[in-house]
């Protein structure tokens, strides 16, 4: 166990832990000594390495709260295969993920999600209802918007003609498959029922930036609309990433972790 160079009271440890299938899952947790315990959720094709996981779990770490960054399935250092789509299978890794911090006898004080990752959250909060603190940053509203841009006007004819889509990069070389299974699972997710489903008493954060070119901001203004207990926060000239404000992104999701561990007490 080492100790960081942020704040030389959290030790940083890596864990491995298995999901429901046996894969691994492996991630890194900011101890701060605490019992409660943050976990921090990646989006599509990131890692646990993300900026925005890594400056998340460093923030809290100075606020003197713990926290564990963790690769997805298929992602990362954590085994199984990457799939697009998948949200449930991702929201089952969360699920093992807690379950393990729960039998160590901590508190999951907050889950937060970027992206796809803030999707995940919200899923797991309509369906397990055990964590009252809920960060969603620049989630998609409707899952059935983007796919086109990401896979052509005709990805749905050429999905069920061939079984699967080949993305490519920007080099010309496969950077993943779709397959028919994947994507069905993600057009089959309505977030607005599934927002239905979250407890009244769990907190809600809502973080989007207004320079936001992937996922637009319009749809924080959405989830705002039906999520019960929320607050919204517009981050000004942030893109999806943040990539000239992770200070302020920083800020406004660990005071609104405070301000939760404050209440519960």
């Known amino acids: 166990m080492a100790q960081t160079g942020q704040n030389p009271t959290v030790q940083q440890q890596n864990l491995t832990i298995p999901n429901k299938n046996g894969e691994k899952l492996v991630g890194i947790l900011h101890d701060a000594g605490t019992m409660e315990i943050v976990i921090l959720c990646h989006g599509l094709q990131a890692s646990k390495e993300d900026k925005i996981m890594v400056n998340l779990a460093a923030a809290l770490e100075n606020a003197g709260i713990s926290s564990f960054r963790f690769d997805f399935t298929g992602n990362g250092e954590s085994e199984g295969s990457f799939q697009f789509g998948n949200y449930w299978r991702e929201v089952e890794d969360l699920h093992a993920v807690a379950q ?74 496969v950077d993943y498959r779709v397959t028919e299974e994947s994507l069905v699972d993600r057009l089959t997710i309505s977030m607005h029922e599934a927002c239905l489903q979250i407890d009244k008493d769990c907190r809600l954060l809502t973080v989007h930036g207004s320079a936001d070119e992937t996922i637009p901001v319009g749809d924080a203004f959405k989830f705002a609309k039906i999520l019960p207990n929320n607050k919204l926060e517009i981050i000004e000239g942030a893109d999806h990433n943040y990539t000239n404000h992770q200070s302020e992104l920083a800020s406004v999701a660990v005071d609104f972790i405070k301000e939760n561990l404050e209440l519960a007490t």
Do not use: P, Q, W
């Not at 959250?121 to 918007?145: E, I, M, P, Q």
């Open 100 to 173: 393990h911090f729960c039998e160590a006898n901590r508190k999951i004080s907050a889950i937060i999600g970027h992206s796809k990752g803030a999707g995940v959250v919200l899923l797991y909060a309509s369906k397990y209802h055990d964590v009252k603190t809920v960060a969603n940053l620049s989630g998609r509203y409707d899952l059935k918007a983007g796919l086109e841009e990401r896979l052509g006007k005709d990805f749905m004819e050429r999905i069920l003609r061939n079984g699967f889509i080949e993305v490519k990069n920007s080099s010309g070389n």
